[in-house]
């Protein structure tokens, strides 16, 4: 079938990207769904830092290259062993699917699933295929999802049911920001009843974070929730969202602000050296972010030893996709966790390259484009 989507054709190129342009939307084939895969009317995606990780060259893949990991639509077709999802249900989409067999899925989420993150650096699905092509040229899949079009062939694997009172944004942030941020609070931190916790980072990944960590000091699951960053417009945000504290990170050194555990998200050994140094005694830094893989950060190892502490790193949140998902549908079901406040803007999908500038200047928190 023919679909519409937004083609990385070169990675690395200079800013302003639109200007420079290196994604293009084009006209792809798409072909039908294998026996483990799903084809899905995409209706709502997210902007994220794992896109434009690539765009920028910080994550080299195969190029062109269909972006868009974090997306939601309904379901249209299902192969042959997709038993368990019916036409015109919703799903979310997670950017790394689980084999459910490998070592790192037998550790509840700890490690990534071997397969799984295999495929997504190879630009295929989780069992190998590949569905895009463009003028006769193979296009690669983005981390089993590329979302960024109007139709997708994801493996089962890749998606979560949600529920069909979700609406469309709010499933598609689901899939990674609120996965990321949120889970890895739930599943890296732990925090127990008084403990504090400190956001450093407010970008999806970040304000995702925070607000689960309001939610679960409300339920008496910890205590005071301290966000940073060094926008004071995000600062802003994370007070009105239930901040006890907000501060730069030059205001944290010269406070000598501390808590029990710090999770950092903003991709950037700065920010993992003002998380660490934020960290009591006996506390958890926690990160989450991805930073230039030769992006070095400087800690003294004298004070993980002589202060008992723990560096924590957690990819995709230390998440189950399928166990917690539905729990932060649950949540915001609830009124619990506010996840529409996470999106800055609604976008067109041929406004891509301009968003991926917004992205990278810090502004937004989150971008969706939404189809019609």
Request: proline residues 6%; aromatic residues 4%; negative net charge.
């Amino acid at each position: 079938m023919k679909i519409t989507g937004a083609v990385l054709e070169e990675i690395g190129r200079q800013r302003p990207y639109a200007e420079t342009t290196p994604i293009t939307v084009s006209e792809l084939d798409l072909t039908a769904p294998g026996p483990t895969e799903v084809l899905v009317r995409v209706e709502a995606a997210g902007l994220c830092h794992s896109d434009l990780s690539v765009v920028d060259g910080n994550r080299p893949r195969p190029v062109p290259m269909l972006l868009g990991h974090e997306a939601a639509g309904l379901v249209v077709e299902t192969g042959s062993e997709v038993t368990d999802l019916t036409e015109g249900e919703r799903v979310t989409m997670a950017f790394l699917p689980r084999c459910g067999e490998c070592d790192g899925c037998r550790t509840d989420g700890r490690l990534p699933c071997e397969r799984g993150t295999a495929s997504n650096t190879a630009g295929t699905l989780l069992h190998g295929t590949r569905h895009l092509t463009r003028d006769g040229e193979t296009v690669q899949h983005h981390l089993g999802v590329s979302g960024f079009a109007t139709y997708a062939v994801v493996d089962r694997a890749s998606l979560v049911k949600i529920g069909n009172d979700v609406p469309p944004a709010i499933a598609a942030v689901l899939g990674c920001a609120v996965l990321t941020g949120g889970g890895a609070l739930l599943n890296a931190v732990q925090r127990q009843p008084g403990e504090s916790v400190m956001i450093v980072g407010l970008g999806g990944v970040g304000i995702s974070a925070l607000i689960s960590a309001v939610a679960e000091s409300a339920d008496g699951q910890g205590g005071d929730v301290i966000a940073v960053d060094a926008l004071p417009e995000k600062l802003e945000l994370a007070r009105s969202l239930g901040a006890t504290a907000a501060y730069t990170p030059a205001e944290v050194a010269e406070k000598g602000i501390r808590t029990t555990h710090t999770l950092e998200c903003a991709g950037h050994p700065r920010a993992f050296e003002t998380a660490f140094a934020a960290t009591r005694p006996g506390g958890r830094t926690v990160t989450v972010g991805l930073p230039h893989p030769d992006a070095k950060a400087e800690i003294a190892p004298a004070v993980v030893t002589g202060e008992a502490r723990t560096i924590i790193g957690s990819y995709l949140g230390s998440a189950v996709p399928q166990r917690d998902i539905p729990k932060f549908a649950d949540w915001w079901r609830s009124g619990k966790l506010p996840i529409e406040k996470l999106i800055s803007r609604t976008i067109r999908l041929d406004q891509i390259n301009e968003a991926m500038d917004e992205l990278a200047d810090g502004r937004a928190v989150r971008q969706v484009i939404l189809f019609d």
